[in-house]
């Protein structure tokens, strides 16, 4: 059971805007900290998205953007290729101290 | 920024292994460090951190079996694996902080625990 909560699978068609949803607790998101998202490919390194909520690093297309309110945060991906096919994490601190991640969203595009 | 794991392979249960990431292109001595696992299946999980000044965290699920430490000198981080359960099989990845976030990645080292 993981500290965020993510859905299992997302979907859609080439072309379309998908949302990812993460939602946590008030150890965590709720407590003011930080969201971030990472994409993974099976056999690759994972590779940070978004990070501090909805800042983008340096290389990542601005169709990918992020948002958070309260003990929830989202990811968008707008414009979905066939190349964006993957899992998705959303990753925060909580309180304990420790280091949280969602259970992963796997992305299928259509 | 680079950051290669080694020292993986497959320990029968109850042994101990000890993982090493070898880190270039960035200070080392200026980021915080985690070790990150993702069993067959399953999502990522924090295993380890340890912070610049030498400070270390983890989860129960590991505590006082494993062990994080780091070499700034040689620009490497260690993860020191005991008393392993077949649960703890899964490619385990080091990564380097930036605030609360993990910004870069190795490619992972597979530890497969099994008799």
């Known amino acids: 059971q993981s500290v965020l909560t993510q859905p299992p699978s997302v979907s859609g068609a080439p072309g379309q805007r998908v949302t990812i949803s993460c939602t946590g607790s008030?150890?965590?998101?709720?407590?003011?900290?930080?969201v971030h998202w990472y994409q993974h490919l099976p056999g690759r390194a994972p590779k940070l998205l978004i990070y501090n909520d909805k800042k983008r690093p340096s290389g990542v297309p601005d169709r990918f953007s992020g948002s958070k309110s309260g003990t929830s945060a989202s990811l968008a991906i707008t414009g979905l290729q066939a190349e964006d096919e993957a899992d998705y994490y959303c990753q925060s601190y909580d309180n304990s101290p420790s280091w949280v991640f969602g259970g992963g969203t796997k992305l299928t595009v259509l | 920024v680079h950051l290669v794991e080694s020292g993986g392979g497959l320990v029968q249960p109850g042994g101990s292994l000890r993982l090493s990431c070898a880190t270039s292109?960035?200070?080392?001595?200026?980021?915080?460090m985690h070790w990150v696992r993702q069993a067959t299946g399953k999502g990522l999980e924090w295993v380890s951190t340890?912070?610049?000044?030498?400070?270390?965290y983890c989860p129960g699920s590991v505590r006082g079996r494993f062990t994080i430490s780091r070499d700034d000198v040689e620009n490497s981080l260690y993860l020191e694996m005991n008393s392993l359960r077949v649960g703890d099989t899964a490619v385990y990845y080091c990564?380097?902080?930036?605030?609360?976030?993990?910004?870069?990645w190795g490619q992972g080292a597979l530890v497969t625990v099994s008799s």
């Open positions: 008030s150890s965590n998101l709720g407590a003011g900290y930080d």
């Open positions: 292109e960035f200070i080392f001595s200026d980021y915080d």
């Open positions: 340890i912070g610049t000044a030498g400070d270390t």
């Open positions: 990564a380097r902080g930036f605030f609360s976030c993990l910004d870069s």
